[in-house]
């Protein structure tokens, strides 16, 4: 098999759904285009000599028109087929691009997408195969007051979630009453994780991460930035709660491995969207099992979906939860995923699942490459 083109429709994507926002500091809900402009996605396609089309849709879609353009063009010609060829093509081409994080990803997406046809598979069992019903934990938005947050968790409750992750204000004062809270309303047998969404320094981190082992947190995530390695490595050290992190570095596997050999972590974060795919994402989870270490998958999608469902050394699919409609909704969700008594029903359906009117996009994108 060829590849025989690889294609860019920029479109007009408004974004849909409810606002929400994070800790203090933090941009919320949407991609930051200003008022009075539209955000712009890229959908992409990729063809093949045997007629079988890869297909995504991303965002910050004017970069990803120009890296199509200027550089993942040159791959036509490759098999998709060869996923670890590819994915070590694209890191050739990283090294003079520095290619966005998340666009790191999109030809080996595609290539999955396209090999899952081929095998007429689900992309859980190419990749592994393990379960297609993975339990899933409510991660919350940040909302404004206790109140909020206690009425949302007893909604999540009431559709069957028995495990929680907070997104809380980022004042550690107020963020462990909150926590000590969560404990209250779920009861001693729930999961419950905090996520400091890189917010503090040392000192607090360690104080926060004492507050959570007196309720029993399952993890600690991502309390620092994750630049300075000797302070998460202090962490580990002084604190009896798992550490997760590794979730917004870069470099997949090389950079993992860095954080396994320097004690820097006590759990793995991977994700095929900020890890290089698919590829890089199942790298990652191989080497901390490899180390006898979780490797949890961070964020929502299909392609965390099916890698939740392909390894062992996972606990949970990550739910965002933001308004009570939202979670009414998520057992009967506009896609393919349904959330039923908190478990996910992995798609057993080949490929991505995206699926896109070409003719009708050539007529009316703002731009084809």
């Not at 910050?60 to 060829?85: C, F, H, Y």
Request: with cysteine; hydrophobic share 40%.
């Amino acid at each position: 098999m060829k590849i025989t083109n690889i294609s860019a429709y920029l479109i007009e994507d408004p974004y849909v759904g409810d606002s929400f926002r994070w800790r203090a500091g933090l941009p919320g809900s949407g991609d930051g285009t200003p008022d009075g402009h539209v955000p712009r996605s890229a959908i992409l396609r990729m063809d093949t000599d045997e007629g079988i089309t890869g297909c995504l849709k991303i965002g910050r879609g004017d970069a990803v028109m120009s890296l199509v353009l200027r550089r993942l063009k040159r791959l036509v010609g490759e098999n998709p087929l060869l996923t670890e060829r590819l994915w070590h093509l694209v890191w050739e081409i990283d090294r003079l691009e520095e290619i966005q994080l998340h666009h790191m990803a999109l030809i080996d997406m595609l290539s999955w997408d396209i090999k899952s046809k081929k095998a007429g598979l689900p992309l859980y069992q190419l990749l592994g195969g393990d379960s297609n019903r993975v339990p899933v934990y409510a991660s919350t938005v940040t909302w404004d007051t206790m109140d909020e947050y206690e009425r949302h968790i007893k909604e999540c409750m009431d559709e069957g979630f028995t495990a929680f992750k907070l997104h809380a204000w980022g004042d550690a004062k107020a963020d462990a009453l909150l926590c000590k809270n969560l404990r209250r309303w779920t009861g001693p047998d729930a999961d419950l994780m905090f996520d400091g969404s890189a917010g503090w320094d040392y000192p607090t981190s360690l104080w926060f991460g004492r507050r959570l082992e007196e309720q029993g947190f399952l993890w600690y995530e991502e309390p620092m930035r994750e630049f300075e390695l000797r302070s998460y490595k202090k962490l580990c050290d002084d604190l009896d709660i798992p550490v997760l992190a590794c979730e917004t570095s870069d470099g997949a596997h090389w950079n993992a491995a860095t954080w396994i050999q320097d004690g820097a972590l006590d759990m793995m974060r991977t994700n095929p969207d900020m890890k290089a795919g698919l590829t890089g994402a199942l790298k990652i989870a191989h080497l901390a099992e490899c180390h006898g270490m979780k490797a949890q998958v961070h964020g929502m999608g299909v392609g965390q979906a099916h890698l939740c469902g392909a390894i062992r050394n996972n606990d949970y699919y990550e739910q965002l939860v933001i308004s009570s409609q939202q979670i009414r909704g998520l057992k009967n969700p506009a896609g393919l995923m349904p959330i039923t008594a908190g478990v996910l029903a992995v798609p057993d359906a080949p490929g991505l699942g995206w699926e896109f009117d070409w003719a009708a996009l050539e007529k009316t994108a703002i731009a084809v490459v």
